[in-house]
């Protein structure tokens, strides 16, 4: 009951802050907007280019690289965006602080701020995949990679809260995070075996088992189990130090 009553309360204080920062909202449709300029011009273009000859490749077969970044990274990575910046919006207004000498256990504040970012992130995922209909895998497939996938928006939101002090420096973090994408191109183009050294980034490996499953390669679920460990591992270690963020400013 305790743990109901404070999500309840925590929710309905990021809905107050989410919906007065026009920022905020606009990086969630900014995200909708990419589902649906991939869904209406990658078609065109594959058939613009094959008829054409304008360029020496198919687009087609880009098209799960496509989707891997622009789809189930960018989801993932937005998603905890928003929330890293509800976590430092907290910082700014010493709300953190104020949990602390409150009955909120800090415990289940933790909780929440994993939690939620992550949800939002799988129905993203999973909701634009499905709507831009290019290079989707089985249902089943594709639920277990959104799960796996949607692990790195608490890792950014907590990425955020961890090493920004304010929203300023949370703007450049951003960036940051954005350019670390391009690593899943970049290793899509890279041929094995030093395609692995781009799994030193963990959503790397997510990517990798969505490629599998389009190729259908049965090793699909050993890259996705490596890369939630990985993503498990960054939650933990990002976690603690948000706590001791929390208890040094307080």
């Known amino acids: 009951m305790q743990l109901t009553t404070s999500f309840r309360r925590l929710g309905q204080n990021d809905f107050r802050l989410i919906g007065r920062d026009l920022f905020l909202i606009w990086i969630l449709i900014y995200y909708i907007v990419i ?10 273009l594959n058939t613009h280019f094959a008829v054409s000859g304008a360029v020496p490749f198919t687009l087609s077969d880009w098209y ?6 622009f789809l189930i990274f960018l989801g993932a990575a937005m998603s905890g965006i928003v929330y890293g910046f509800v976590l430092l919006e907290e910082k700014d207004n010493n ?11 800090v415990n289940h504040y933790i909780v929440f701020r994993v939690g939620v970012p992550l949800l939002i992130a799988f129905i ?3 909701a634009a995949v499905l709507i831009t209909g290019i290079a989707v895998p089985p249902l089943r497939q594709l639920a277990l990679l959104a799960a796996g996938a949607s692990l790195a928006a608490p890792i950014t939101a907590l990425y955020f809260a961890g090493f920004a002090e ?18 899943i191109p970049l290793a ?9 050294l781009f799994g030193l980034f963990p959503p790397y490996w997510v990517s990798k088992a969505y490629w599998l499953v389009l190729a259908g390669n049965p090793q699909w679920l050993g890259a996705l189990a490596l890369g939630i460990i990985l993503q498990v591992i960054m939650i933990a270690a990002l976690t603690r ?5 929390i208890y040094r400013d307080s």
């Open 35 to 44: 589902a649906m300029v991939l869904r209406f011009t990658l078609p065109y």
């Open 64 to 69: 799960p690289m496509l989707v891997a970044y």
């Open 95 to 105: 709300t953190i602080k104020a949990l602390l000498v409150t009955p909120l256990p």
């Open 124 to 126: 993203l995922v999973m």
């Open 166 to 183: 304010n929203k300023v420096q949370g703007l450049a973090l951003s960036k940051f995070a954005g350019t670390a994408g391009f690593l």
């Open 188 to 196: 899509w183009f890279t041929p094995e075996p030093l395609q692995f």
């Open 241 to 245: 130090r948000f706590n001791k963020v």
